[in-house]
């Protein structure tokens, strides 16, 4: 058995090794990373090494991406990850001599993903899979989500990485992008907050964030070539501010570009992006690097600013070394890239030489998992107050495979390698309910034969381009439900859905809207209990959004419970019971029909068609598409209405608003307080909420902020602050004070590149959700305010036929 010291020491040995066969002057005198200065260390560096470190050193599925080759298989590249941590997507390149060490990369958003058994070792590397990101959101509290990150970030310290490649924070413009279930919100103001306090919590254990991907990455169609077409307000506004929010409250240790283009020009390859915006106006602190295999032109990606390219071949080396040798590239850059990683090596563990166990306390983090997934689960619907469930709701019919075949996240980079998943089934059954044992045995008999039908491609890049088409639900025929409800106290129906990178979701049967099946069983189960004056509970186990409208009035009651991570059934079971009392707001807008979404006509993009393009299932011919996809060009004709900021705007009524979630107690507003009439530099808004109902819970309260009219376009309203009370007894109250400042009342004005709040009336609209209002106020500015001039770049090369209210 190789035990990891052995491994440690034949990477040691590889590693030293590569520094021999390059022909390093290993000379004890040179400078030493963290006993002299970053600068003394960079200078004693060889053009080599310094090529050598801005490249990565692979992964897994490193692939040489040499298009003259006719072969494109798996090509093994030095320094191999696997001889670290399994599983990790990337490591940095170490150079012994100068006491530069390797840092270890690895995924995600809901969880540190590496792989949990090695070969020749009895021992597991279970990871916790937290719930995603869009979950999380749907809290609102910021306190539970640095509790997240903090366990997450202790996972990453004890199985020995150095950088999680998380939180990804692209906003949810459709909701088709096959990504979402990673990313928080339509609204960048929750999803910036968020994903702070997710980099604080994580970084909290000494170990580094990778925020991504910055930016515009809305649509994973074509994802290598997708060119994002928007306005220089819309990215303001909507694509870029979240982005500024986590960068200038927690200063997440990396960065990570896009694969897709801004205005015609890579991310990575971006100037005005990473140096002028990330870096000047945000001052940024850490490194960038790109996303696996994104850009093209490493030149201009050093140039850029985009410090280190993942997770690199060796064909980049060469040519970042003849561009310095040929003056295409000043050493001065490359310099500056390599300082800025090494600045950010010294903080690393790795660095440090930090014992890490492998065994973080995987029971505690199963407990925060299942609280906050709990707390972001949604009621969307509570007829009669069906939920909580009363102590004669024993017997429990479940319908759906995602009863049993319960998804805990979604595919990809953003899965999780967890030890279990805790199904909806189980959940009841761990909550001392009763479950229908035949019907339980039927679906799970049918879920393994239609799994033993799907084949899974063993090399793992193709498992990741060709995640297994989801599982039909299975027809249940009426006689069967009758009979179920005759036996059973109620039914629970469960919806499930699945997604990740490298594809979009579809506005069709199965996806977006329900399937045949889903909907027959609906409405099968409904009125087969309804008649023997039984309830019917709709659990939604989704990534992403999905239609509801069509269906939502045949069930009581429906439970939004997302991808809740290992412990989805106990989370769910929790708030079933009234364990705990549901407390998440939506994040993201439900809208009636996907029509209604103002990037419908625009999502994914115009495929810019290719001659010769082919598209077979052939392995070749994926991984062809993969390195060589058809252009596509995204134009963001809905501009800043993205989300609640359109529905609002335009008078169109969604299923769930922004913001909407119920609670088995009720809340009442009162007080409100705008600290001063007129509008000096700052405003203090305080108001008081009081549990008015009978049983202990939380409330998400929101701040809207409707500006004056304008010579620009102005959303109705738009989401400025929010709070979630503590956990309040019937009849307690807690008093919340906002703050808001100039740049909260500013809209971006192209025109001056400014960020600018405008003279006049402010109304301000304490809510429950982005359409219930329950307190108005309102302040005046007399004189309008400039709160921000910025660079003016980034600017679309061709007219946007943008969305305006005017
Ligand atoms: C994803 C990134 C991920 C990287 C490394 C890429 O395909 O877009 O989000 O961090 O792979 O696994």
Partial sequence: MINKQLIRTIAMVIITGAASSLNLDVNAQAPLLGKSSVKAVVKAMTLEEKVKL???????????????????????????????????????????????????????????????????????YYCTAFPVATLLASTWDTELVYNVGSAMGNEVLEYGSDVLLAPAINIHRNPLCGRNFEYYSEDP????????????????????????????????????????????????????????????EAQPWTVM??????????????????????????????????????????????????????????????????????????????????????????????FKGYAYTDKPDLKAHAQISRQAAADGIILLKNSNNTLPLNASDRKIAAFGNASYETFSGGTGSGDVNEAYTISINQGLLNAGLEVQKTLALQYEEFINDEKAKQTKPSDPLMALLMPPPPIPDMAVDMLSVKLLAKESDLAIITVGRNAGEGGDRKNVEGDFKLSQNEFDLIKRVTSAFHAEGKKVIVVLNIGGVIETA????????????????????????????????????????????????????????????QENAKSTDKKEDIVTAFLNP?????????????????????????AYEFGFGLSYTEFEYSGLKVETPDFKGKQSVTFTIKNAGKVAGREVVQLYIAAPVSKIDKPKYELKGFAKTKTLQ?????????????????????????????????????????????????????????????????APKVTINELSYK
Avoid at 220 to 240: G, K, P
Avoid at 556 to 569: F, H, N, S, V
Avoid at 638 to 645: N, P, S
């Fill in 550 to 609: 069509s269906w939502r009035d045949m069930p009581d009651a429906i439970l939004l419970a997302w991808q809740g991570g290992q412990e989805t059934g106990n989370s769910l079971a929790d708030i079933l019971t009234g364990k705990v009392n549901p407390s998440g707001k939506l994040a993201t807008t439900f809208p009636v029909k996907y029509e209604d979404v103002p990037s419908a006509a625009t999502f994914p993009g115009k495929v810019i068609e």
């Fill in 257 to 350: 570009t896009s694969y897709n283009l801004i205005n015609s020009v890579y991310t990575s390859e971006s100037f005005e992006l990473i140096s002028k915006i990330l870096r000047n106006e945000w001052g940024f602190k850490g490194f960038v690097m790109t996303d696996w295999y994104g850009g093209k032109d490493v030149v201009a990606q050093m140039k850029a600013g985009n410090d280190m390219i993942m997770p690199g071949i060796p064909k980049q080396i060469e040519i970042l070394a003849k561009a310095v040798n040929s003056g295409a590239l000043d050493v001065k850059v490359l310099d500056k890239n390599v300082e800025r990683i090494l600045t950010i090596m010294l903080l690393s563990p790795r």
């Fill in 189 to 248: 103001l929750l999803t910036g907050k968020m994903a702070a306090a997710m980099v604080k919590g994580v970084q909290s254990q000494g170990v580094g964030t990778s925020l991504k991907h910055f930016a515009a990455n809305n649509s994973e169609t074509y994802r290598n070539t997708s060119n994002s077409i928007i306005s220089q307000r819309a990215l303001r506004e909507i694509y870029l501010e979240g982005f500024r929010i986590v960068v200038e």
């Fill in 54 to 124: 801005v490249v990565g050193t692979g992964k897994e599925f490193s692939m040489d991406f040499d298009k003259d080759k006719s072969e494109s298989e798996p090509v093994p590249v030095v320094g191999s990850t696997d001889l670290l941590v399994p599983g990790a997507a990337g490591i940095s390149f170490p150079i012994p001599r100068l006491g530069i060490t390797p840092m270890v990369l690895s995924d995600g958003p809901a969880g540190l993903r590496i792989l949990p058994q090695r070969p020749d070792d009895s021992k597991t």
């Fill in 630 to 654: 058809k252009p596509i060009e995204v134009t963001y004709e809905d501009g800043i209405y993205v989300g609640y900021r359109y529905y609002g705007t335009f008078g169109i009524k969604p």
């Fill in 730 to 794: 019937p009849g307690e109250s807690q008093t919340i004070t906002l703050q808001l400042t100039a740049r909260d009342l500013s809209s971006f004005n192209t025109a001056v590149s400014s960020w600018v709040a405008d003279a006049g009336k402010y109304d301000v609209l304490i809510a429950a959700s982005s359409t219930d209002i329950k307190l108005n106020g309102s302040f005046n500015l007399k004189k309008s305010i400039v709160s921000d001039k910025v660079n003016p770049v980034l």
